[in-house]
């Protein structure tokens, strides 16, 4: 490693939603202080056009090969909207006209979408304006790496290639560059080389399904509302766009995903709308489809001396909460409140005693969200015997409990749980101070 190299406070591996996020919240956050921090950010697909998001994820498959890709996006929670705010992305994404969302439908295939025992939430029950926004990822990755750009992240536009502790540092080598950070932040995503680099390990079980993402249009208004049915063989989602289209999320059990994905356009929409239930009346298909194998994974450790992971690198859930990129941006906001907060007080960014408050305040919060979506998919999905019944029926009874209902919209709206201020939001949020 060159004696020249430059040494940074933070190195963020990845420039996905979480390690975008993460730098460009550093660098407002400093900036509020009076102080100024050395942020380095890697991402080998900066200022190529379409982000590496999961490409190695997917697949586009030949049933509909002469239709453009399908548009991804995410389902952003209000605690999402409040760190994006608060990192200054908010403005840049409210330009590419993300869809707010103001209610959502789940019911179980057993009954109907607007049957007695369908969950329904309106946005407006709460004195909400509405439960969150639609948003393609291109916008979201675009206008956070913006966002920390204009204040001062450095960007270099290549992948992680080795990593090395040294005396108070680690030295990074990534397209033949070197440098020296005093932590460094692996936001690489699910395959995380930092991870494996630093030998942190990862628990991995594949789910036996595979997500199909598509855009489609629908014959029936998505009345701005987010559409989940969940069947024996899997859920299905319809995300509703500002354009009036949908883009579907359908995570089948990997057979039947074969089968799916084999199919000619005509013939998979007459099986989607079979799947829907006609919810939203037939439906014809805009897109390729896209294929997500999905698997779930925790990272055995967050943290080790001078660095932690964030994001999909640490833990990936099932895409059927949509709760992945919030679950990301909690973890930036989370862990850059630590380390403002270690800043301020003069302490070294890197020191295992603030990681690892990091740790034990998000590995608890993402191991009850994993574990209450995958008893969800469980039981609603897969579930047969008396408790997936009553599960079935409960929906029933949270539809009909004031109480229950709100307690539902709070956590849509990601409000539950241990937060940092940011995602909080409100006065003094901003600047993370
Ligand atoms: C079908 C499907 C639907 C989903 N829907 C939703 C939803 O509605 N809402 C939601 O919140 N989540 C959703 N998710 C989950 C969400 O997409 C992920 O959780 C999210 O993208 C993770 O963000 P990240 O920044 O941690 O990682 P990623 O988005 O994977 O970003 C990692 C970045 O690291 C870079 N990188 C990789 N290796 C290196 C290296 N060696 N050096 C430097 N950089 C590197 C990559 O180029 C990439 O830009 C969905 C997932 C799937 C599969």
């Given at each position: 490693?060159?004696?020249?190299?430059?040494?940074?406070?933070?190195?963020?591996?990845?420039?996905?939603?979480?390690g975008?996020?993460l730098?460009a919240?550093?660098v407002r956050g400093?900036?509020?202080?009076?102080?100024?921090?050395?942020?380095?950010?890697?991402e080998?697909?900066?200022?190529?056009?379409?982000?590496?998001?999961?490409a190695?994820?997917?697949?586009?498959?030949?049933?509909?090969?002469?239709l453009?890709?399908?548009?991804?996006?995410?389902a952003?929670?209000?605690?999402s909207?409040?760190?994006?705010?608060?990192a200054?992305?908010?403005?840049?994404l409210?330009?590419?006209?993300p869809?707010?969302?103001?209610?959502?439908?789940?019911?179980?295939?057993?009954?109907?979408?607007?049957?007695?025992?369908?969950?329904?939430?309106?946005?407006?029950?709460?004195?909400?304006?509405?439960?969150?926004y639609?948003?393609?990822?291109?916008?979201?990755?675009e206008a956070?790496?913006?966002?920390?750009?204009?204040?001062?992240?450095?960007?270099?536009?290549?992948?992680?290639?080795?990593?090395?502790?040294?005396?108070?540092?680690?030295?990074?080598?990534?397209?033949?560059?070197?440098?020296?950070a005093r932590?460094?932040?692996?936001?690489?995503?699910?395959r995380?080389?930092?991870?494996?680099?630093?030998g942190?390990?990862?628990?991995?079980?594949?789910?036996?399904?595979?997500?199909?993402?598509?855009?489609?249009?629908?014959?029936?208004?998505?009345?701005?509302?987010a559409?989940?049915r969940?069947?024996?063989?899997?859920?299905?989602?319809?995300?509703p766009?500002?354009?009036?289209?949908?883009?579907?999320?359908?995570?089948?059990?990997?057979?039947?995903?074969?089968?799916?994905?084999?199919?000619?356009p005509?013939?998979?929409?007459?099986?989607?709308?079979?799947?829907?239930?006609?919810?939203?009346?037939?439906?014809?298909?805009?897109?390729?489809?896209?294929a997500?194998?999905?698997?779930?994974?925790?990272?055995?450790?967050?943290?080790?001396?001078?660095?932690?992971?964030?994001?999909?690198?640490?833990?990936?859930v099932h895409?059927l909460?949509?709760?992945?990129v919030?679950?990301?941006?909690?973890?930036?906001?989370?862990?850059?409140?630590?380390?403002?907060?270690?800043v301020?007080?003069?302490?070294?960014?890197?020191?295992?005693?603030?990681?690892?408050a990091?740790?034990?305040?998000?590995?608890?919060?993402?191991?009850?969200?994993?574990?209450?979506?995958?008893?969800?998919?469980?039981?609603?999905?897969?579930?047969?015997?008396?408790?997936?019944?009553?599960?079935?029926?409960?929906?029933?009874?949270?539809?009909?409990?004031?109480?229950?209902?709100?307690?539902?919209i709070?956590?849509?709206?990601?409000?539950?749980?241990?937060l940092?201020?940011?995602?909080?939001?409100?006065?003094g949020?901003?600047?993370?101070?």
């Amino acid at each position: 490693m060159s004696e020249v190299a430059p040494t940074f406070d933070v190195a963020v591996v990845g420039g996905g939603p979480a390690g975008a996020c993460l730098a460009a919240l550093l660098v407002r956050g400093a900036a509020a202080q009076g102080r100024s921090l050395g942020v380095v950010l890697l991402e080998p697909g900066v200022g190529g056009g379409a982000p590496a998001t999961e490409a190695p994820q997917s697949r586009e498959m030949p049933a509909s090969r002469d239709l453009p890709a399908p548009q991804r996006v995410v389902a952003l929670s209000r605690a999402s909207e409040n760190i994006l705010r608060a990192a200054g992305a908010w403005p840049a994404l409210e330009q590419s006209r993300p869809m707010p969302y103001e209610r959502m439908r789940v019911w179980h295939e057993s009954g109907g979408a607007h049957g007695a025992d369908a969950l329904a939430f309106d946005a407006a029950e709460a004195g909400q304006p509405n439960l969150g926004y639609i948003a393609t990822n291109a916008a979201l990755q675009e206008a956070l790496l913006e966002a920390g750009r204009v204040r001062g992240v450095v960007r270099v536009s290549a992948a992680l290639t080795a990593l090395q502790a040294a005396e108070g540092v680690v030295c990074l080598s990534a397209g033949g560059e070197s440098l020296n950070a005093r932590l460094v932040v692996g936001a690489d995503g699910a395959r995380s080389a930092v991870r494996e680099m630093a030998g942190l390990g990862a628990r991995l079980a594949p789910y036996g399904q595979t997500a199909i993402v598509a855009t489609v249009a629908t014959q029936r208004s998505h009345e701005a509302t987010a559409w989940q049915r969940f069947m024996a063989d899997g859920t299905l989602a319809f995300l509703p766009l500002v354009d009036g289209t949908s883009s579907i999320v359908w995570s089948a059990d990997d057979e039947l995903a074969r089968e799916l994905l084999a199919l000619d356009p005509q013939q998979f929409t007459r099986r989607l709308d079979r799947a829907s239930g006609l919810a939203l009346g037939e439906t014809r298909l805009l897109s390729a489809l896209a294929a997500f194998p999905l698997r779930r994974l925790d990272a055995r450790r967050y943290v080790s001396a001078r660095l932690a992971l964030v994001g999909d690198a640490a833990h990936v859930v099932h895409p059927l909460a949509g709760q992945g990129v919030n679950l990301g941006l909690t973890d930036a906001a989370t862990l850059a409140e630590l380390l403002l907060a270690a800043v301020r007080r003069r302490e070294d960014p890197g020191a295992l005693g603030v990681l690892r408050a990091y740790e034990r305040w998000r590995r608890s919060e993402v191991a009850l969200m994993s574990a209450s979506i995958d008893a969800f998919d469980r039981l609603l999905s897969h579930g047969t015997g008396p408790l997936a019944l009553l599960a079935r029926r409960s929906m029933g009874v949270v539809g009909r409990s004031q109480e229950l209902r709100r307690l539902f919209i709070e956590r849509a709206l990601g409000l539950t749980g241990e937060l940092p201020r940011t995602a909080r939001g409100g006065a003094g949020a901003v600047g993370v101070s």
